[in-house]
């Protein structure tokens, strides 16, 4: 999260471009493309592009501050729930999709896109209702409420601090944050340290928050051997959605094969778009220039009923081994 006043009309330095190029490659490179990070970061970016399409759709950033004061005496969940969409500025942006790239693409393939899913929205609700907690906190046992508690701050970094809690919180490994190499479990307490020391204007409880809420996520999941709720609710939901989309694929491949299969619906005589004609007798495909099969002899009728009696008695003569032979000498 980042916290300040908005800047309008903010000039693009470029890197939006990059970002794209990125997320292109990394896509281009994966077998299976998880679809949920590709929304996230989608929706994030036209968020703050604001085309003319959804301009009079979206709120303005002045009206999805996370301020905890205004969402308390207002019970503002506009507040609550939009601000870790919108982003600052540029960089804001581009800092945080690109760390959303990389951890949504292996949480995403790890877990599944339903599981992912429904960890996003459950991440979404504890880092703002432990951030919203923190701050009254503040408040009413320290009396520390200006830096806090009035604060006005958006972005998607505290979801961002408890994925990566939850990434690494079975890793034995090491890895390197910012120069400074740390065990991987505690990388998000490292980053959090020093990404203040260096950058004091971000949320410190907007990024506290989300570690406290990815800890307590992997609580709730380890303690509970249950189905997860919010999974179930988003598998049918999305289960519904694809309903439609189904039906017509279902029916447009109906009337595809209908259109394209071996002879016209209703017809006696079995004849396809390529200039051929199936012989009922033997199954073989005619040239439509020939009036009697290669493989069996049996003439072709133009009657609607079927085949003539004598194309009848010509295929009840030959058994099944002969059709066999004919069609070995004809194929070899």
């Known amino acids: 999260m980042d916290s300040g006043r908005w800047r309008r009309g903010a000039v693009s330095r470029g890197m939006l471009p990059l970002l794209a190029l990125h997320a292109v490659n990394e896509y281009y490179r994966l077998p299976w493309k998880p679809p949920v990070t590709a929304g996230l970061l989608a929706s994030n970016t036209l968020i703050y592009l604001r085309p003319s399409f959804l301009d009079s759709l979206l709120p303005f950033v002045d009206e999805v501050w996370f301020n905890p004061h205004l969402i308390l005496k207002n019970k503002d969940m506009k507040r609550f729930f939009l601000s870790v969409f919108y982003h600052v500025d540029e960089s804001h942006l581009v800092y945080n999709m690109m760390s959303l790239l990389w951890k949504g693409i292996q949480l995403e393939t790890s877990m599944g896109s339903t599981e992912f899913a429904s960890m996003v929205v459950a991440l979404l609700g504890l880092s703002q209702g432990i951030t919203l907690l923190l701050a009254k906190s503040l408040l009413v046992f320290f009396d520390y409420g200006r830096p806090y508690y009035s604060e006005y701050a958006v972005g998607f970094s505290g979801l961002l601090f408890a994925m990566k809690v939850i990434l690494n919180s079975h890793s034995e490994n090491f890895t390197n944050v910012h120069g400074l190499i740390v065990p991987a479990r505690y990388a998000a307490w490292a980053e959090l340290i020093l990404i203040q020391m260096f950058v004091p204007r971000v949320s410190f409880l907007g990024h506290l928050g989300g570690i406290l809420a990815g800890i307590l996520y992997l609580k709730l999941k380890g303690s509970y051997s249950g189905p ?105």
């Open 228 to 332: 997860n709720p919010l999974t179930t609710i988003i598998r049918e939901l999305t289960s519904l959605l694809r309903w439609p989309v189904r039906f017509i694929r279902n029916t447009f491949r109906l009337r595809r094969r209908r259109i394209l299969g071996q002879g016209t619906v209703g017809g006696g005589e079995r004849r396809s778009l390529s200039g051929t004609w199936r012989c009922q007798a033997c199954t073989y495909d005619n040239s439509d220039w020939l009036s009697n099969c290669e493989m069996c002899g049996t003439s072709q009728s133009s009657e609607s009923g079927g085949f003539s009696r004598q194309v009848s008695r010509h295929s009840r003569d030959l058994s099944l081994e002969e059709l066999r032979r004919r069609r070995v000498e004809r194929f070899g």
